[in-house]
């Protein structure tokens, strides 16, 4: 089975960002990053048990055919993190496949 997500930066403000994000085609879902989030966890300030992905990866709305889980958004956030991480600028527009 093909996965293909697309994501997009819509709004900004201070370290918190939004994101839309879904199915090729049918980004109506929405998840909220705080960039300094990303940053502890670059740098390793969390201890491992005090933060969980669903705290980092706040979803708003679900995007069309996702259930209780929010497996796209956590698709979209690995892309924007990896770039992150290796250029230090978060992905304003991405998509990922498998």
């Excluded at 670059?42 to 709305?61: A, E, F, P, Q, W």
């Excluded at 690995?78 to 527009?93: A, P």
Aim: proline letters at 0%; one cysteine or more; charged letters at 30%.
């Amino acid at each position: 089975m093909a996965i293909c997500v697309e994501f997009e930066r819509v709004s900004s403000k201070g370290s918190l960002a939004y994101y839309r994000y879904g199915s090729c085609g049918h980004g109506d879902g929405l998840f909220e990053l705080d960039y300094e989030d990303i940053d502890k966890m670059l740098l390793g300030s969390y201890d491992g048990n005090s933060m969980t992905m669903d705290k980092i990866v706040r979803v708003k709305k679900l995007a069309s055919g996702e259930k209780e889980q929010h497996f796209l958004a956590l698709k979209a956030f690995t892309k924007i993190w990896r770039h992150y991480k290796e250029t230090g600028e978060f992905l304003e527009v991405g998509e990922y496949y498998a």
